[in-house]
């Protein structure tokens, strides 16, 4: 089957029209959201973080961003019109809430808060503010495998979507904080990386809303951290009809070549998807962005590393400027928060 694409995105501003800083440096996706951004032509300008070795790790990366003394510095800042943040997770809501009252949009790593009292006034924050706070949910905005099964699923190569699983395993490391390993920190694995999870299956569906319908979290190998979750598991059920399952765990082997093997399968009434986002298991090479995918024309299997870029950047960069909501609407950025915290809070109620 020969794919006709629609071209890569490019940049949609001059440069120096869309400038922004990062503030909160907690997490290593602060990286592929600055990266995201410039390539899709704004401008960093400043940085900031109370922890100045994460600044000086920052500026090696990114020596364009001067180190602001304080958070106040880049919130006062006119020609600064969004900040990003991957601060420690309980911390990026009160963040977002002084940056929109600041004046300015606010990008946050996943998951965006980790209290149900938290979403409630970033909701409020939003109406009073008319700010945005969008969300950066990864595995599916940036991931070309992702990308591509989006415009699949647009041209009705596998008709309606009826069911979606996702499997989000990662690997722990040696070297993590002691915010990691705290559930008030950090929210829970549901709440945490489950968001990943949680809003590909709201994006892939269609659907506008969803019930929680099982979940299930466990330590089962990390006693030395009695509050860390090391497996998770959830059901849902979609507004529209549609069905879900996902399991998270921090389980890869060492043996992987990579930090997870992430797959994504979405069945529709006229075929199916497989994402095999970040490794296709003992290929020959290290292979990403692999899309396999059968309907009623027959058997495919594509490599989209390259081939359809990251719309979500170009795509937020307008909408900041223009006030549109064309790389993901707030309301969806929402409630994919908050189907995480429904189902780290129903997990939580298990004896």
Not at 184 to 193: E, N, Q, S, T, V
Not at 225 to 239: K, L, R
Not at 298 to 320: H, K, M, N, S, W
């Amino acid at each position: 089957m020969e794919l006709h694409l629609p071209p890569k995105p490019t940049p949609t501003v001059l440069p120096g029209e869309f400038r922004f800083a990062a503030a909160g440096l907690a997490h290593g996706h602060i990286y592929g959201m600055v990266n995201g951004l410039l390539d899709a032509g704004a401008e960093l300008v400043g940085v900031w973080d109370e922890d100045l070795k994460k600044v000086s790790a920052f500026q090696s990366a990114f020596p364009q961003a001067h180190a602001a003394s304080c958070l106040d510095e880049l919130l006062d800042a006119p020609d600064i019109s969004l900040i990003v943040s991957a601060a420690v997770p309980s911390e990026r809501c009160p963040l977002g809430l002084r940056v929109m009252a600041a004046g300015k949009d606010y990008f946050v790593d996943k998951a965006p808060m980790t209290t149900p009292d938290q979403l409630a006034a970033a909701r409020r924050a939003v109406v009073e503010t008319g700010r945005k706070y969008m969300v950066y949910y990864s595995e599916r905005l940036h991931n070309e495998a992702a990308t591509l099964a989006d415009e699949l699923i647009r041209r009705g190569e596998i008709g309606r979507v009826l069911h979606m699983e996702g499997f989000g395993p990662h690997r722990l490391g040696n070297a993590r904080p002691d915010w990691f390993y705290q559930k008030a920190c950090c929210g829970g694995i549901l709440c945490d990386i489950g968001s990943h999870q949680l809003e590909q299956f709201l994006y892939f569906t269609g659907a506008e809303d969803a019930d929680i319908t099982f979940a299930h979290k466990a330590n089962y190998a990390h006693p030395g951290h009695p509050e860390f979750e090391d497996f998770g598991e959830c059901t849902a059920a979609a507004s529209n009809g549609a069905t879900g399952y996902f399991r998270v765990d921090w389980f890869t082997p060492d043996g992987l070549r990579n930090w997870g093997d992430g797959r994504t399968f979405i069945l529709g009434t006229d075929g199916y998807i497989e994402l095999r986002k970040y490794i296709d298991l003992a290929a020959d090479k290290k292979q990403e962005n692999m899309v396999y995918w059968a309907n009623r024309k027959g058997e495919f299997r594509f490599d989209a590393t390259g081939q359809v870029g990251f719309p979500f950047f170009t795509r937020l960069i307008r909408d900041c400027i223009d006030r549109t909501e064309t790389a993901m609407t707030q309301k969806h950025a929402f409630k994919a928060a908050e189907l995480c915290l429904k189902a780290q809070a129903l997990a939580d109620e298990e004896i």
